[in-house]
Nanobody
Framework: QLVESGGGLVQVGDSLKLSCTTP????????MAWFRQAPGKERDFVAA????????LYADSVKGRFTISRDNAKNTVYLQMHSLKPEDTAVYYC????????????????WGQGTQVTVSS
């Protein structure tokens, strides 16, 4: 079970940090990712990193503005978002899998319920 938090209503240019936690002692072995889904659109990849954080992967639309990180001691993955734009408005989902899922939603087994991020202009 993944639980996201940290969403909200912000202004253009603001920053926001999302968190995703899960109980248990296997978090450190999961690859983790963030996806987002705007109304009427498909779920899009945002960022991902493997269990050991040896690399990170970002969608072109968020490169240089968003940072994914994890704290295995806290069973938590983060998405730090800066310079937010109206097009970042979406429900943000955390995803996990024991294998490297990359950018493909179907390769992640576990999902959170989502947290709403709204960027107002």
């Amino acid at each position: 079970q993944l639980v996201e938090s940290g969403g909200g209503l912000v202004q253009v240019g603001d920053s926001l940090k999302l968190s995703c936690t899960t109980p248990g002692d296997t978090f450190s072995s999961y690859s983790m990712a963030w996806f987002r889904q705007a109304p009427g659109k498909e779920r899009d990849f945002v960022a991902a990193l493997p269990w050991d954080s040896r690399t990170t992967l970002y969608a072109d639309s968020v490169k240089g503005r968003f940072t994914i990180s994890r704290d295995n001691a806290k069973n938590t993955v983060y998405l730090q978002m800066h310079s937010l734009k109206p097009e970042d408005t979406a429900v943000y989902y955390c995803a996990a899998d024991v294998s490297w899922g990359g950018t493909t939603p179907g390769r992640y087994e576990w999902w959170g319920q989502g947290t709403q991020v709204t960027v107002s202009s």
